[in-house]
């Protein structure tokens, strides 16, 4: 619709009325769209599209969940202060899981913006005790997004105590992780392994992926270690896939290699 077309409607009409049209337009464009996030994103207006390139990989990776009865929860609604602006992205997912439910977590009230299978909860992300009341109330969870304050600090709180609120086979995923370069959010362009970033956290992870391969007598793996599958790292994302990771070694007995083992032979 052409600018000036709003503005006519915008005189003419009552604000019932305006929001009357505006719930018709997002069903009819959510549905047309309902097969591409990017169409979906420009649409509603995340910037998920635009200003960020994420829309392609969610769609690839986002796939399977597609038809399913998901629960969705993303940190971050959008809009800042204001009580009527935000949830652009909110309204992408639904529209594209049409049997989802759509949970947010801001730290502003936003709860103007619930429609049916969209339910907002107010609270810090870096509050464990909300975190725990979100989950307790709409998880568990089978894809969590994490587009929230960005803080390093934030980013690995939320992580640490979402993540068991993910179910088998879910998806977690962390947007904009170029905090972790800079300064005045934490982070450093200079020391890429500096404490405390959410890029080293993650990348501390990949590690534990092959626990079970670790020669270390009297290693205890760890909650993470055992139930993340796989991590893939973009542009400023990371999408860390939940499941049982706790296969054995095919060399290690006890954590040793066995006496007999030859590694000339087993090159
Ligand atoms: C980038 S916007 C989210 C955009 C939205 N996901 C989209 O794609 O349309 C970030 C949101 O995070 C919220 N936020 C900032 N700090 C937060 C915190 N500590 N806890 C929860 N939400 C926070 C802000 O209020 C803002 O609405």
Redesign the pocket.
Known sequence: MSLQLKEFFKKKLSVSEINAVRKYRYAIKGWSYRNDLTKLAIFF????WGKHYYTPHYQIRFKDFKQKKINLL???????KSKVH????LRMWKNYFRNGKIFG????DKSALQEKRIKIFQ????NINFLDGVAEKAGPFDIIID???HRND?IITSFINLFPHLNDGGIYVVEDVQTSYWEFFGGSSQDLNKDGTAMNFFKSLVDGVNHSEYILKNYQSTYLDENILSLHFYHNLIFIYKGDNTEPSSFLKNNQLPGSYDADKKK
């Open positions: 207006g995340s910037d998920k993303e940190i971050g609604v959008g809009g800042n935000g949830g652009a992205s977590i801001d730290i502003h609270g810090d992300q870096a587009d929230g304050s934030h």
